[in-house]
């Protein structure tokens, strides 16, 4: 990149930010309206709160174990931690805290918008208890005990008006009338969807309406598990941390609470469901195997009193003990196909491979059976009465321990969960971040006040240097005039009272009027070469200040003791005659050309300037450009060019009508108007083309309401004004 390459693009960057500068009172009004919209916002968000738990997932269960040795296995299940993430997130958890605290109950206000929380109309809170909903607006409360309706309007908003001592429920979107009711008592109301068992309790006088909504279940959860969040704290940690956000402190921690309780109840009976289920069978195997073993005893004592005592041979005993062992294993199989009953089905790999074992053992029972009847028959019958009668001993006896030792596991079962911290009320808010908002808000509204300036800095792409103009058009730029912001708060003026004072007159100090005092040198010369002292002035488009440059040069010109003539020459729109007291519109140039009047002198009309003559437009007419190519113009021209010093004629924009050009034609200097940060350079050189196609020469440029911007070339100059004081 060359070195002139790098200059350009550094005054680039550096017009960029000086622009930006420049309008700094944009930027700071964007950043002021961005802080009261925060503000506002701010002020119509109510404050959230978060409330935490935690809860640690336990691998043993503790003292029972120790207690139970081997049986404990049977008790206690190992959980992860994802596991009871989700049961928290559960239907079964949060189903039950829905349904205790009536959370599937919501009820809110009519005036809860923006604009009425913005306002601060009403405090409208909703608390709820296990017993009742309570609603509170302002001073006033009332409690709903009892909200129980069809089916049909389960997820509808329902209109509850309240008047004294009576309610009624509408539909919220037709206004029809549901049921009627009584306040301070139960109402069981009937209606064509169903019966309704409404009650609605309050002390206080209301006179109100309110949306009341009864939600589903899963509308239920879902709204509570908006606001509801479960996760492991670290990684294989089993600690689990729980968080629940709202706008009252008090309902946000009730809630949490609740939810702790609720799976706290059902991780413990989950734990012990095992354990219930194999106590419930030993409650029905114990009082069998009793009358069991009281009736082999009585069998047995029976035959023993008849035959006497006999002893058994080795052989005989074999038999027995195997028999006991058998039916000993038998029930353990048993048992145990109880305890797997409760977790799985009859298809699970578990259950057909206890059933499996079980039908092995009770054939090997039958095979035995059958080696005993081949026995002598006493021997036999001793030996079957024997049997059952330990069997049944030891079967009762090993029952009975498991159900004392299982009654203990289940009195000492705490489950495998932990509540580590409860929820407790928060202090501090967590939303709305009011001093993040704040700073951002500054931010957001520099950005959006800087890319307005951008914006508006590309829009106004036109000429801001008059060394472009004089450089690419190769033409004088006579002078840079200033913008007038006394002259701005005339134009204010003009809609009110229809005249407009000239500047050179109410504040010849100003900044404008002396950059136009410049220019009369510049005349001077320009008009020393011309065919003669007619002075057109021009602009390529309306509102480049043809007008204002016209009048205030004129009188600049008078106040140097010039006679001085000024032409109203746009007899389209020109509003010349406002800015004289008494000027008479209604015959001018257009009044002249038309033939209506010809007498010049009766169309001259003094100013309150000393050597400075007006001439108004006149009457609009409807073919200008065709007047203006009459010899009339060329001798009125001629004329008058002998009776001044200097004529002025101020003529319509060129790229808009050829007025300007037709005038040029019979001036001796042409001066074009070109407004800074409006007039483009393409404008401009179409107006010196327009000029060239018929052989005018344009003499130069005045560069209009030039603004004061840090960094531009007009930055310092015009901060100045030397003044006289006053004696």
């Known amino acids: ?92 958890v949060l189903g039950s805290v829905i349904q205790d605290l009536n959370l599937d109950i919501h009820i809110q206000g009519l005036e809860n918008g923006f604009i009425d929380r913005l306002a601060n109309k009403n405090q409208y809170h909703l608390e709820h208890h296990k017993d009742a909903v309570i609603f509170r607006d302002n001073q006033s409360r009332f409690n709903v005990r009892e909200f129980k309706i069809p089916a049909h309007f389960i997820d509808t908003n329902l209109l509850l008006n309240i008047d004294g001592q009576s309610f009624s429920l509408s539909d919220a979107n037709n206004q029809q009338v549901l049921v009627q009711g009584k306040l301070n008592q139960n109402n069981e109301l009937s209606s064509e969807y169903g019966v309704w068992n409404i009650a609605i309790y309050s002390q206080d006088q209301i006179n109100n309406s309110y949306l009341i909504k009864k939600m589903s279940l899963p509308a239920a959860m879902n709204q509570l598990t908006a606001h509801y969040s479960v996760a492991e704290k670290g990684k294989m940690t089993g600690i689990l941390g729980l968080n629940y956000q709202g706008q009252d402190k008090a309902q946000i921690t009730r809630i949490l609470n609740e939810i702790l309780a609720a799976y706290s109840k059902q991780n413990i009976e989950r734990r012990s469901a095992e354990t ?16 069991k073993l009281d009736t082999a005893e009585r069998a047995f004592n029976s035959f023993r009193e008849q035959s006497n005592t006999v002893d058994v041979t080795k052989e005989s005993e074999l038999y027995l003990s ?123 509204g520099g950005f959006l006040g800087t890319l307005l300036a951008l914006l508006r800095n590309m829009l106004r792409s036109g000429v801001k240097d008059s060394t472009q103009i004089e450089t690419e058009l190769d033409l004088p730029v006579y002078a840079t005039v200033p913008r007038s912001e006394i002259q701005e708060s005339h134009f204010k003026l003009l809609k009110k009272k229809k005249f407009l004072p000239i500047l050179a007159i109410k504040n010849s100090d100003d ?14 010369f320009a008009l020393s070469n011309a065919k003669n002292n007619v002075i057109m002035v021009t602009g390529p488009a309306p509102e480049v200040g043809k007008s204002f440059i016209s009048v205030n040069l004129a009188t600049i010109l008078a106040q140097s003791g010039k006679c001085v003539l000024l032409i109203d020459g746009d007899m389209r729109r020109g509003y ?90 019979f001036s001796g200097v042409n001066l074009v108007v070109a407004r800074y940060a409006k007039s483009q350079m393409k404008e401009l050189e179409l107006v010196v083309n327009r000029f060239d196609q018929v052989g005018v020469k344009v003499n130069g440029f005045i ?15 015009y901060n100045y004004a030397y003044t006289s004081k006053k004696d």
């Not at 900044?511 to 001077?524: C, K, V, Y």
């Open 322 to 444: 195997q028999s006991i062992a058998l039916e000993q294993q038998k029930a353990q199989l048993q048992q145990r196909q109880a305890e797997l009953s409760a977790k799985y089905t009859n298809e699970h790999p578990a259950m057909q491979e206890i059933n499996a074992q079980l039908g092995v053992v009770t054939q090997k029972v039958t095979e035995l059976e059958s080696t005993l009847k081949q026995l002598p028959d006493l021997q036999r019958r001793y030996l079957q009465l024997y049997r059952e009668v330990e069997v049944s001993q030891q079967l009762y006896t090993g029952l009975l321990n498991s159900y004392q030792q299982l009654r203990i596991a289940k009195a000492g079962e705490i489950g495998n969960v932990r509540i580590i911290d409860q929820a407790i009320a928060p202090i501090q808010p967590i939303a709305p971040k009011k001093l993040q908002i704040l700073i951002l808000s500054i931010f957001l």
């Open 576 to 665: 010349m005659h406002q800015y004289f007291k008494d000027a008479n519109n209604q015959q001018g140039l257009a009044t002249y050309l038309n033939g209506q009047n010809d007498d010049i002198d009766q169309l001259i009309q003094k100013s309150e300037v000393v050597n400075l003559d007006f001439i108004a437009r006149g009457k609009s007419p409807s073919n200008p450009s065709e007047l203006l190519s009459t010899e009339t113009f060329a001798k009125f021209i001629e004329e008058v060019s002998q009776r001044y010093d200097h004529i002025i004629i101020d003529t319509p924009p060129v790229l808009a009508v050829t007025d300007s050009v037709i005038i040029s034609q």
């Open 703 to 717: 560069l209009n309401d030039v603004q004061r911007e840090v960094g531009s070339p007009y930055g310092y100059g």
């Open 276 to 291: 219930a289920q194999t106590l419930s069978f030993l409650d029905e195997q114990l009082p069998e195997l009793k009358d």
């Open 511 to 524: 900044l404008a009027i002396e950059s136009l005092r410049s220019m009369r040198t510049a005349i001077h």
């Open 1 to 92: 990149m060359s070195q002139s390459d790098k200059t350009e693009d550094t005054i680039d960057l550096k017009e960029l930010f000086f622009s930006l500068i420049a309008q700094w009172k944009l930027i700071a009004v964007c950043i002021i309206l961005s802080l009261v919209c925060a503000l506002l916002y701010l002020r119509a968000t109510p404050d959230t709160y978060a409330v935490n738990a935690l809860v640690q997932v336990e691998e043993s269960k503790g003292a029972s174990a120790a207690l139970l040795g081997d049986l404990s296995s049977m008790v206690e299940q190992k959980q992860p931690a994802q596991a009871e993430i989700e049961i928290l997130k559960s239907r079964l």
